[in-house]
């Protein structure tokens, strides 16, 4: 079984920085696409960053220019580097992967919350 495991995650005043990390139970090569996901108390979960298998990377609109989705092979982690947070970006945060069948897979979630 596939396991996600996030961290990174915390308080963090308006204006700082956050790196949250997704480490795969198995290679992340093995996946078609790996990213990050966000849920606000009252609010769908949205897309926030993915990369897929090939290097090809989108942001939603909203994290453009401030978040960065990266990945380290060697250690089947992924990232996403958060800076110039806001208030609004306060949610709870999952990484997910999608096997190349289209199964998905998801992390149990880690907190961020931004301070104005």
Not at 15 to 22: F, H, K, P, V
Not at 26 to 50: C, D, L, N, T
Not at 58 to 68: K, M
Request: neutral net charge; glycine residues 12%.
């Amino acid at each position: 079984q596939v396991q996600l495991v996030e961290s990174g995650g915390g308080l963090v005043q308006a204006g700082g920085s956050l790196r949250l990390s997704c480490a795969a139970s198995k290679s992340i090569f093995s996946f078609h696409a790996m990213g990050w996901y966000r849920q606000a108390p009252g609010k769908e979960r949205e897309m926030v960053a993915v990369i897929s298998s090939g290097g090809t990377i989108a942001y939603a609109d909203s994290v453009e220019g401030r978040f960065t989705i990266s990945r380290d092979n060697a250690k089947n982690t992924v990232y996403v580097q958060m800076n110039s947070l806001k208030p609004e970006d306060t949610a709870m945060y999952y990484c997910a992967a999608a096997d190349l069948d289209g199964v998905g897979h998801w992390g149990q979630g880690t907190q961020v919350t931004v301070s104005s």
